[in-house]
């Protein structure tokens, strides 16, 4: 394990929530004058999490000049899950995995995560060698998701899915070339969404492991979307088709 700074009022309050025994201590910037601050202050200290008020200066120094908003965390990170993490997250009947296939911006992959944890995803999968991981930036840009929904970091992307399919899971990739709609694909019970990366989309193993291609009808000038905004409305098409349950 290793130990990270934690920055903003939204990534520190969801280690605070989601996991207390990793902070190990709080930085809140001397003289700051919010709300929000001050009750994560006292629900630091309610944890039994070490409060310190500090300079602005050291908090702009651990943040690595990342916008902070008075607060810094400094938090143990716990081993990333591997593939060998995956069979225990495959027994639900209506398992909803998001793929991410070389994502490697940290607001993109940030964003990923927060649509995940909001539509109930039971884990995002990422290969090792083609993901951002968890930053400074992607913790802020979750708002704190990095906390409640698993992030699976797997060597072999294409033999994870492999892995995927054989437990009765059914593969939906995304791009622009698909024939079909998304909104004529059945997303309903184990199913995983595979999003392909900024620019190059996915790579051919990657798509030619899926069950379905599909795109997202777009009748505008526009070719394509950002990952994470057609991430955020792929996996909300599955939440309406669950009837809003995860």
Not at 111 to 134: F, M
Request: glycine letters at 10%; one cysteine or more; a neutral charge.
């Amino acid at each position: 394990m290793s130990e990270s700074w934690i920055v903003g009022i939204n990534p520190v309050e969801g280690a605070l929530a989601n996991d207390p025994s990793r902070v190990r201590e709080v930085l809140v910037e001397q003289g700051a004058h919010n709300p929000r601050l001050a009750a994560l202050v006292e629900e630091a200290k309610r944890l039994g999490v070490r409060v310190h008020a500090r300079p602005r200066a050291m908090l702009d120094k651990v943040s690595g000049h990342a916008r902070h908003q008075g607060v810094a965390a400094n938090y143990e990170v716990p081993a990333a899950k591997s593939e060998h993490d995956l069979a225990s997250l495959l027994d639900a009947d209506n398992a909803l995995f998001l793929v991410l296939d070389g994502v490697t911006d940290p607001h993109n992959l940030g964003a990923c995560l927060r649509s995940a944890a909001a539509a109930g995803a039971t884990a995002v999968i990422v290969p090792r060698d083609r993901a951002v991981g968890i930053t400074p930036v992607v913790r802020r840009a979750s708002a704190g998701a990095v906390d409640r929904v698993p992030l699976v970091e797997v060597t072999n992307l294409a033999r994870s899915l492999r892995e995927l399919k054989d437990a009765g899971v059914w593969l939906t990739g995304l791009a622009g070339d698909a024939e079909t709609s998304l909104y004529d694909v059945d997303l309903r019970g184990k199913v995983a969404l595979v999003m392909g990366g900024e620019g190059e989309g996915m790579r051919r193993l990657t798509r030619e492991a899926c069950d379905h291609l599909a795109r997202i009808p777009m009748p505008g000038a526009m070719e394509s979307l950002n990952v994470s905004v057609a991430t955020g409305i792929t996996l909300f098409e599955a939440v309406r088709q669950r009837g809003g349950k995860p």
